[in-house]
């Protein structure tokens, strides 16, 4: 049986009255409004009664880990750029959507070594590439996001990668690492828009000794 939770405007849920116990700067964070418009519950408990008002008190104690909050969810992450090669090609909305898929992925899954298979797969759930992204190797993702009109290829320096707002993909060519290992796959991964980058796990910014192309979703097709 699926639950929903609802709450009327006193707050109360079933009659009983609670106190939410969020900070501002938490539900400044959030897409967080009675009744919840944000909340992803269904797809984690999977109509299991018990867990979801489990998962329900954990988040009105305040005790729901940061990385669980990641999963259920949708974030308003940081879509505002100064960087001028951004400039009227940005597309604001469709990159959020794109970083929060990006991010519960990562956050889902976080493994080592599977970058190209996780965050194609995050930008193929955008609608702005039907599906059809599939590649072995992370840096041939290149020339596919190159040559599809809903992404737009960006000048944008290794200094200034840690400053791209959300929903940026950066792809690199094979690398070589600071522990001197070789990388033939490359590297892709979707900005967060706050120096960190999903891929199939969430880490810093990445800035390889490689070649690397910037696509920014222009959302020509997308409905978000």
């Given at each position: 049986?699926?639950?929903?939770?609802?709450?009327?405007?006193?707050?109360?849920?079933?009659?009983?009255?609670?106190?939410?116990?969020?900070?501002?700067?938490?539900?400044?964070?959030l897409?967080?409004?009675?009744?919840?418009?944000?909340?992803?519950?269904?797809?984690?408990?999977?109509?299991?009664?018990?867990?979801?008002?489990?998962?329900?008190?954990?988040l009105?104690?305040?005790?729901?880990?940061?990385s669980?909050?990641?999963?259920?969810?949708?974030?308003?992450?940081n879509?505002?750029?100064?960087?001028?090669?951004?400039?009227?090609?940005?597309?604001?909305?469709?990159?959020?959507?794109?970083?929060?898929?990006?991010e519960?992925?990562?956050?889902?899954t976080?493994?080592?070594?599977?970058?190209?298979?996780?965050?194609?797969?995050?930008?193929?759930?955008?609608?702005?590439?039907?599906?059809?992204?599939?590649?072995?190797?992370?840096?041939?993702?290149?020339?596919?996001?190159?040559?599809?009109?809903?992404?737009?290829?960006?000048?944008?320096?290794?200094?200034?990668?840690?400053?791209?707002?959300?929903?940026?993909?950066?792809?690199w060519q094979?690398?070589?690492?600071?522990?001197?290992?070789?990388?033939e796959?490359?590297?892709?991964?979707?900005?967060?828009?706050?120096?960190?980058?999903?891929?199939?796990?969430?880490?810093?910014?990445?800035?390889?000794?490689?070649?690397?192309?910037?696509?920014?979703?222009?959302?020509?097709?997308?409905?978000?």
């Amino acid at each position: 049986m699926g639950f929903d939770v609802s709450m009327n405007t006193n707050n109360s849920i079933y009659g009983t009255r609670f106190s939410p116990l969020m900070s501002n700067s938490f539900q400044d964070n959030l897409n967080f409004s009675l009744p919840f418009p944000g909340m992803d519950f269904g797809s984690y408990m999977n109509g299991d009664f018990m867990s979801t008002m489990n998962l329900f008190n954990m988040l009105m104690m305040g005790s729901m880990p940061k990385s669980l909050q990641g999963q259920i969810f949708t974030e308003n992450f940081n879509t505002k750029t100064n960087l001028p090669a951004l400039k009227n090609v940005y597309n604001p909305n469709i990159s959020n959507k794109l970083a929060n898929i990006a991010e519960k992925n990562a956050l889902r899954t976080n493994t080592r070594g599977r970058c190209a298979a996780i965050a194609t797969d995050s930008i193929n759930k955008t609608d702005l590439t039907n599906g059809r992204i599939r590649v072995g190797s992370a840096y041939q993702t290149d020339s596919i996001l190159e040559n599809n009109k809903n992404f737009k290829e960006v000048s944008v320096s290794k200094s200034d990668l840690k400053n791209l707002p959300a929903g940026c993909v950066v792809v690199w060519q094979p690398f070589t690492d600071s522990h001197n290992r070789f990388h033939e796959h490359g590297h892709i991964a979707v900005t967060l828009g706050n120096g960190k980058e999903a891929s199939d796990h969430v880490q810093n910014q990445l800035v390889a000794n490689s070649r690397y192309s910037v696509f920014v979703p222009i959302g020509i097709n997308s409905k978000a």
